[in-house]
């Protein structure tokens, strides 16, 4: 079965402490990406991934890192978590023709 | 002025209503067209891909307008679990860069 799979599904952290949004794939796919969905806003990219070691800012890449060390993981890192980062992440894995989303992970920084 | 813009909504409508969204896009050289549909809190799943010579499945009908840069998605005969974000998706950067639209609520009611 297609899937997308992400970790922790819901996250309370405190600021500052550093953590990692796991996000693993099993179609093969080059293309991965991230996005964070806040209520108005929509979903926007933070940063993508068109294959191993090739990653790119997204429309909102500040306070976030990634990489991208074999094609089927795409974490995400935190390094210095702020209330502001508080939403709901997505991590999706592309081919041209559909994206495939993880179930999300709803983080709380405090 | 957003990549992908959509009706704000929330659209409320009885059971059995027909509901036409619509969807405008300002990059000209995008190159694939879909609709998402997200329930809440869950992550955003395709619901249609959108064909200039437009298409239609089951109740779901969806037309792509080049020329004006203008997506539709009509659905006949609304049922309850029709209730869900429909999300308006362009598909830039060689096939790979999905971007959304900020989506609009249909209610359905009894």
């Known amino acids: 079965e297609a899937q997308v799979t992400q970790n922790p599904r819901y996250l309370i952290t405190v600021t500052g402490k550093k953590l990692t949004v796991t996000c693993s794939q099993n179609?093969?796919?080059?293309?991965m990406s991230w996005y964070r969905q806040d209520p108005g806003l929509g979903l926007r990219q933070i940063y993508y991934?068109?294959?191993?070691?090739?990653?790119d800012k997204g429309d909102v890449p500040e306070g976030y890192k990634v990489s991208r060390k074999e094609k089927r993981n795409f974490p995400l890192i935190l390094e210095s978590p702020s209330p502001n980062q508080t939403s709901l992440y997505f991590c999706?894995?592309?081919?041209?023709?559909?994206?495939?989303f993880g179930q999300g992970t709803r983080l709380t920084v405090v | 002025r957003k990549e992908v813009e959509q009706d704000p909504g929330p659209f409320n409508v009885p059971e059995g209503a027909t509901v036409a969204f619509n969807c405008t896009y300002s990059?000209?050289?995008?190159?694939?067209f879909f609709w998402y549909r997200q329930d809440c809190r869950k992550e955003p799943k395709l619901l249609m891909s959108?064909?200039?010579s437009g298409n239609e499945d089951g109740r779901f009908t969806a037309q792509l307008n080049r020329a004006s840069q203008y997506i539709s998605l009509l659905i006949r005969d609304s049922k309850l679990s029709d209730s869900a974000t429909y999300l308006c998706?362009?598909?830039?950067?060689?096939?790979?860069?999905?971007?959304f639209g900020p989506g609009t609520r249909l209610s359905v009611l009894p």
């Open positions: 999706a894995s592309s081919r041209n023709t559909e994206a495939f």
């Open positions: 179609m093969n796919h080059e293309y």
């Open positions: 991934s068109m294959n191993v070691e090739v990653t």
């Open positions: 990059n000209s050289a995008s190159q694939s």
């Open positions: 959108v064909y200039s």
């Open positions: 998706v362009v598909n830039d950067n060689y096939g790979q860069n999905f971007v």
